[in-house]
């Protein structure tokens, strides 16, 4: 079977992400708070939480692999819940988290992680993954491809 080559885990990605972010609000000159940052920031924050726990827990509840760095180890092909949404609801739950954090932070300059977070995770993390999974479970994931996007 197959494993990563980036060997990276995607909860290191997203604080790494969220860290750059933190050090371009610090050399902001123009920050863009507003009188309901903290809560949009906030709002964001949870959504993301919530979509990333639903991902994992359909993963839970269909008693297959959680692990990123080794998806050669799923026992499933799981489609229900919000995965008949999103293929990816725990990376599209980091995106909420990192938008969330680029209001809290409050630097404009900051949304320009977000679109290079989106395309090294779906270039480095979610293709390779998509590669051993369709492997794996052949023409039924090649199907849920077609139904479902891979973010949203």
């Given amino acids: 079977m197959h494993a990563l080559a980036l060997k990276v885990p995607p909860l290191a990605q997203i604080i790494i992400a969220i860290a750059l972010v933190y050090a371009i609000a610090q050399l902001s000159i123009a920050p863009f708070r507003f009188a309901l940052t903290d809560t949009l920031s906030g709002l964001f924050l949870l959504a993301g939480a919530i979509v990333a726990f639903m991902g994992l827990r359909q993963f839970r509840l269909a008693k297959t692999s959680t692990n990123p760095l080794n998806p050669n180890k799923a026992s499933s092909l ?33 949304f320009i992680v977000l679109p290079l977070f989106i395309s090294y ?12 999974v369709e492997s794996l479970f052949g023409e039924e994931y090649v199907e849920y491809k077609q139904r479902v996007r891979r973010w949203i």
């Fill in 121 to 132: 995770m779906t270039q480095f993390q979610i293709k390779p993954e998509e590669r051993i």
């Fill in 78 to 110: 799981v489609t229900s819940g919000i995965y008949q949404y999103t293929r990816n609801p725990m990376y599209l739950g980091m995106v909420l988290v990192l938008i969330g954090a680029i209001i809290e932070f409050a630097s404009l300059l900051g």
